[in-house]
């Protein structure tokens, strides 16, 4: 079986659960980038911060139903997925939400990883230029900032700002008219978007 970094290693029931809600290996980065992403306006959930403590052991409450228990895995699918998969643990937690400190305006800080998408910066910020962000048929997610790391991370790392949405499935879709509006919305293609 392959961990988080590609080396092998024997099945580790903590990549998956944590230990009794502590912080799972991939969100470690989270934790200690924390004050960095302060610095930048951003504040993520208070189980990423660097003094957490928590909630549960003082309340007595389980630690699933506290806010700060819970972490950030996308969905149980991919758990499932990530049984099969686990080398794919770092993609799945290559996003996290956050709080614009200065609005308050719940936002997704999304790795860029060149090494898998190495034009995706480039793309959000075309989709997002002034002249496309206004066109109708633009229906990418806006990207509102970039966070920078370079100069205060070894790693390098660039983050995307993204407005914070909710799954396409939810709420669900009551019609197969909504589906299909949905649909050709989705796969709304511009005249010069075939161009060679």
């Not at 709420?171 to 075939?194: D, H, K, L």
Request: aromatic fraction near 14%; glycine fraction near 6%; proline fraction near 8%.
């Amino acid at each position: 079986m392959y961990g988080l970094q590609g080396e092998s290693e024997a099945y580790s029931p903590e990549i998956f659960y944590g230990e009794g809600g502590h912080l799972f290996r991939s969100e470690t980065w989270w934790r200690n980038h924390y004050r960095d992403f302060e610095d930048q306006g951003y504040r993520l959930r208070p189980r990423y911060h660097p003094d957490w403590e928590p909630s549960w052991k003082k309340s007595g409450k389980d630690f699933f139903n506290t806010e700060d228990g819970q972490f950030a895995i996308v969905g149980i699918i991919n758990l499932v997925y990530l049984a099969v998969q686990p080398d794919n643990f770092v993609q799945l937690r290559a996003s996290m939400d956050a709080v614009c400190i200065e609005d308050g305006r719940q936002v997704m800080l999304k790795k860029v990883l060149p090494e898998r998408s190495p034009e995706e910066l480039e793309i959000i910020r075309w989709f997002s230029s002034p002249e496309l962000k206004e066109d109708p048929r633009n229906h990418c997610v806006p990207l509102l900032d970039v966070v920078d790391l370079s100069q205060t991370s070894p790693d390098g790392k660039q983050l995307m700002v993204l407005p914070f949405l909710r799954p396409l499935e939810n709420p669900r879709f009551q019609t197969y008219g909504e589906f299909v509006a949905f649909f050709m919305q989705i796969s709304e293609v511009g005249p010069n978007a075939c161009r060679i």
